[in-house]
């Protein structure tokens, strides 16, 4: 069956998950996003790649980060943003979610990008919009690609590679669609060794991240590694949350600088946001000189301006 994501020419249609893209493409979107990111370097304030292009953003789950750097990205390539409001929309009245996508796709939108907490939203709505692109801005616990990316070129931009970089990722990893990105990306350019660490409870069915490996020790899962991300327990999709004390969360899964000295010396410290400080990173590291987090946070405006620009920009 062909992929519904690439086009009758090969091009990307859509960008719903990294898992399968290949090496060749995503090193492409990393490659369009350093170029970017150096033109407003060098003084650019807007470059007119999406004039007249219109994009809409359809949140269905709240967002800090994700949704304000595709609404800057695109506006800094000069597209239309409309900031879709589902409260006072008529999905309240019970319009299915393919109506609104088709409704606002007939006004003339060229993209919409996506959030939802049910795994799959976003590839259902590109099976059934008509020319809009659809960009997965996270689906449940499935895959958030831009991260994914965002994450890979703060990653390059300070081990200058991926291939052969050991990384470790912790916490609640089974609820994370960041880890599942973090490991397509990885994987297709060539991480030697991805280390799975957490809470028992957190961790993910093994089958579901082949070529990683689950590591049931924190200070084992740290051991020389280069790159270290913490994840936060995502409430919001555990149904029966343990009673977890968040102090003796903090004594036994947190990051702190003590347990970090486990990792390389010039080993970085990541996270996607958002932190809950204490609970599985100590502000100090956090705030330290390990952490990458802001970086991550302005490299997640030129992932983004890259995937807009590789599927509206023309060709
Ligand atoms: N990393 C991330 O997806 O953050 P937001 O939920 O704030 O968008």
């Not at 994914?148 to 089974?174: E, S």
């Not at 609820?175 to 799975?196: D, E, K, P, T, W």
Request: net charge neutral; hydrophobic share 45%.
């Amino acid at each position: 069956m062909s992929d519904p994501s690439i086009d009758a020419e090969g091009r990307l249609r859509h960008l719903i998950t990294l898992d399968g893209l290949g090496r060749a493409r995503i090193e492409g979107l990393l490659e369009r996003a350093v170029s970017l990111r150096a033109q407003f370097r060098a003084g650019a304030t807007s470059l007119p790649l999406l004039a007249g292009r219109t994009i809409v953003n359809l949140f269905f789950e709240a967002s800090t980060r994700t949704r304000t750097s595709f609404e800057l990205a695109a506006r800094r390539l000069g597209a239309t943003v409309v900031n879709f409001d589902i409260a006072s929309s008529s999905t309240s009245k019970g319009e299915t979610l393919e109506d609104t996508l088709a409704t606002i796709e007939a006004m003339g939108t060229d993209a919409f990008v996506v959030r939802h907490k049910e795994n799959g939203t976003p590839a259902r709505l590109a099976a059934h919009a008509r020319r809009a692109a659809i960009l997965n801005a996270g689906d449940g616990n499935r895959a958030h690609p831009t991260q994914g990316l965002l994450d890979l070129l703060t990653i390059r931009d300070h081990k200058q590679r991926i291939d052969g970089l050991t990384v470790a990722i912790c916490g609640d990893i089974r609820h994370s669609r960041v880890a599942r990105s973090a490991v397509h990306g990885r994987r297709a350019l060539g991480a030697a060794g991805i280390r799975l660490w957490g809470p028992a409870a957190l961790l993910p069915d093994p089958d579901e991240f082949p070529g990683c490996s689950l590591v049931d020790d924190f200070d084992a899962a740290l051991d020389d590694v280069d790159v270290i991300v913490m994840l936060r327990i995502q409430k919001e999709r555990i149904e029966h949350l343990p009673g977890l004390d968040e102090r003796e969360y903090f004594s036994r899964y947190g990051l702190d600088r003590a347990r970090l000295a486990r990792a390389k010396r010039d080993a970085i410290v990541m996270h996607p946001g958002p932190m809950n400080r204490g609970i599985e990173i100590a502000d100090e590291v956090a705030d330290g000189p390990r952490s990458v987090i802001l970086e991550q946070v302005a490299n997640g405006i030129h992932a983004r301006m890259a995937v807009l620009a590789e599927l509206l920009a023309p060709h």
